[in-house]
Structures are given as C-alpha cells and as structure tokens.
C-alpha cells in the first residue's frame, strides 16, 4: 500500500503541473473565442497542445529518473522500493498521456463544451471502474496501474474525439 500511495502521489502532483497548463489554455480559448477570432482559437489550441505533449515527455523523463533513483527518500523499506521501481514505468508513460488529456480538458473548457466533458468523464469513469475492479483482482498492483493508464487514455481520447470530428463548438472545424 505504501509503494502504491508514493506511486500515486507523485503522478497526481505532475498531473497539477499540466492542470496548470490546461487552465492557461482555457482562459486563452476563452478568450479567442469571445473574440470570434477562430483563427485565434486554432492557433492557441494548437500551441497549447504541443506544449502539453512536450510539457508530458519532459515530466516522463523528470519523473521516472526522479522516482527510480530518488525513491529512497520516501522509504527506506526494500520491499517498498522493489514495488516502487514496478510502478516507476506506469508513473512515467503516463505523464504524456496526461498532460495531454488535462490540455484538452482545458480546451473543450474555454469552448465551453461543459456538457460534452462533463458526459463524456461519466463515460469514461465507468468504463475505468469497472476496468479497475477486475485488473485489480487478477493483476494486483499492475492492474490498479493498468487501469488507471486505461482511464487516462480515454479521457485523452474523449478530448480528441470531441475536437476530430468537428462537433460541438469545433463544428467550424469540417468548414
């Protein structure tokens, strides 16, 4: 359990970070699309998009040196380490993944696509619940971590449905 929580808490505190960037990204939509400027508005998704990406390979990198090598300083347990260094790969290529789904989160946020977001978590949550209930049972802590890449993974692909097909507020998009 103390492996998981260090686990945990360490992807949840990168996550703030790219949170941070889909804020910025939210008030600067927001703000392009008030304007009616959707040139603005394609501009700005996609400068924040690539931030988020590039944002995610860097947290991949700081993270999973960060936590393999530095794990230490959260326990001094050898079997709490070895768990540790199990969960260092889901943290870190998950970091990506994340960034990306937050930014979008974002997005559709400073599109107010409320509605669509707010759907669409429903969707996706309980797709992950029950994901997480059986990968847990037969995988363990892999599985809780296999879940919650799952979950992740499709929150990313709720934000890139919504904005590929052109739909909602995107609908400019297929013009």
Do not use: H
């Not at 997480?132 to 993974?153: D, E, P």
């Amino acid at each position: 359990m103390a492996a998981f929580q260090i686990c945990l808490q360490v992807w949840l505190t990168s996550s703030l970070l790219a949170n941070g960037l889909a804020v910025a990204g939210q008030a600067l939509l927001a703000c392009a699309f008030a304007e009616k400027n959707m040139n603005k508005v394609i501009s700005t998704a996609t400068r924040v998009l690539r931030m988020s990406f590039a944002l995610g390979m860097a947290l991949s990198v700081v993270v999973g040196l960060g936590l393999y090598f530095g794990s230490g300083i959260f326990s001094r347990d050898p079997k709490v380490l070895q768990i540790i260094c199990i969960g260092v790969p889901f943290v870190a290529a998950t970091q990506p993944i994340n960034s990306i789904a937050f930014v979008f989160d974002g997005i559709n946020f400073g599109a107010s696509d409320f509605a669509y977001t707010a759907y669409s978590m429903v969707l996706v949550a309980g797709v992950s619940i029950g994901s997480l209930f059986f990968l847990s049972k037969s995988n363990g802590f892999v599985g809780i971590w296999i879940a919650l890449t799952i979950y992740m993974i499709l929150r990313m692909f709720a934000g890139v449905w919504r904005m590929g097909t052109g739909t909602g507020p995107w609908s400019y998009l297929r013009k």
